[in-house]
């Protein structure tokens, strides 16, 4: 058995087929764990989602920004934006039970190996949360998602405020910084404000700010964390941080990890990827 975690696919699903190729995966034997963004910008986000319906629970996956907007687009929440790449999914037959298992994967994910742990998530943790209360604050926004309140909830879920965590915030206020934080930070203020604005690597980092991952005392600091939506950083590999997303639908590449006997054994492998759209 061998465990996988693999970053952003982003709608490209043949190089998620020739990836899978590579590492021999196997349902019956293995597990991958998709670090959102499973759709969208990629030219084939239905065969990516058919794919992971298929491997019947041998592909789990955590809900990024972009599948979060597919469940807004189906819902009418949201209009389709200029570059997005959504429409086979939405006028797919069989959309009903894509758009409904995408709903069902949650924001955090945990994973107990060799007597180790690991915390997943697409984007960011802030640095008040540690891995119990990350998950807590996740299973929150799942259990909106799996109810009938999904339409209001997708409607309500864009902004920027609060852009930081209290722990008095209720209601919408409170969801939206979870699902912000989880899917789409990249750089905090050391007192844990969110920035938006920026997209650039972590070696030009603005004024003012940090990586998630470099604010002083956070709260998961010494939890290994798995993450992707951060192209510009690309590849990253410490003991405390892993970060996968390598800019696939670019014309980066597609990245996957192989665990070993512990999560600190790691062996990186990648598959090349056509470009599907330009940055900018």
């Not at 956070?218 to 798995?226: E, F, I, K, M, S």
């Not at 999560?263 to 990648?270: G, H, N, T």
């Amino acid at each position: 058995m061998a465990i996988y975690c693999i970053g952003d696919v982003q709608g490209c699903d043949e190089a998620l087929q020739r990836l899978l190729e590579q590492i021999d995966f196997s349902p019956s034997r293995d597990t991958v764990y998709l670090l959102g963004d499973l759709v969208n910008r990629g030219p084939a986000s239905v065969q990516v989602l058919r794919r992971c319906l298929a491997a019947d629970g041998a592909i789990l996956s955590l809900l990024g920004n972009h599948d979060l907007h597919l469940l807004a687009v189906a819902h009418g929440a949201r209009k389709p934006s200029a570059r997005d790449t959504l429409a086979q999914v939405l006028q797919a037959p069989d959309r009903m039970a894509l758009l409904d298992w995408l709903r069902q994967q949650p924001l955090a994910r945990t994973l107990e190996h060799g007597g180790e742990s690991m915390l997943m998530v697409h984007a960011g943790v802030l640095p008040q949360w540690d891995t119990a209360q990350t998950l807590i604050l996740a299973q929150e926004v799942q259990a909106v998602l799996c109810s009938r309140d999904l339409p209001l909830f997708l409607r309500q879920m864009y902004g920027n405020a609060p852009d930081h965590w209290s722990y008095q915030l209720q209601g919408m206020d409170r969801l939206r910084v979870v699902v912000n934080a989880l899917t789409r930070l990249r750089f905090c203020s050391p007192a844990g404000a969110m920035d938006f604005a920026s997209t650039e690597s972590a070696t030009t980092t603005p004024a003012g700010l940090l990586p998630w991952f470099e604010v002083p005392g956070r709260r998961t600091q010494g939890q290994l964390v798995a993450f992707g939506h951060w192209s510009t950083l690309g590849w990253l590999n410490r003991p405390d941080v892993l970060a996968l997303d390598t800019g696939c639908v670019w014309g980066g590449c597609l990245s996957a990890v192989r665990f070993g006997r512990t999560l600190a054994e790691r062996e990186l492998l990648q598959v090349r990827c056509p470009q599907a759209q330009k940055p900018g």
